[in-house]
């Protein structure tokens, strides 16, 4: 299983981005798909997590800002970052797992796979 993170870069805040994942070596529509971000100190946390239906959790931090959306038949998941600000900045990972529980969807620990991350920069 491979899963690659693009789309990250540096922003004002009140800006917007857009992260992709894309994911291979895995029968994409079966797996819950999470974003996860570290920022420098802090521990991994959850920005958003998607089933493939599209029952979507998202972090208090976020909500109303970021949106999460996934194409099973292309094996995408996407963020769409917006009113970005200087506190989202941080290395953001998708992660991609089978079998979790639902309500265990926010701890980093239930993910079997991860990409390799993509840095998020929000300036003031």
């Known amino acids: 299983v491979q899963l690659q993170a693009s789309g990250g870069g540096l922003v004002q805040a009140g800006g917007s981005l857009r992260l992709s994942c894309s994911a291979s070596?895995?029968?994409?529509?079966?797996?819950?798909m999470g974003w996860f971000r570290q920022a420098p100190g802090k521990q991994r946390e959850l920005v958003a997590v998607i089933r493939s239906g599209g029952n979507t959790i998202y972090a208090d931090s976020v909500k109303g800002r970021f949106t999460t959306s996934r194409d099973n038949a292309k094996n995408m998941v996407y963020l769409q970052m917006n009113s970005l600000r200087p506190d989202d900045t941080a290395v953001y990972y998708c992660?991609?797992?089978?079998?979790?529980?639902?309500?265990?969807?926010?701890?980093?620990?239930?993910?079997?796979?991860w990409g390799q991350g993509t840095l998020v920069t929000v300036s003031s």
């Open positions: 070596g895995l029968t994409f529509r079966r797996y819950i």
């Open positions: 992660a991609a797992d089978q079998h979790l529980i639902w309500g265990r969807a926010h701890f980093s620990s239930e993910y079997d796979y």
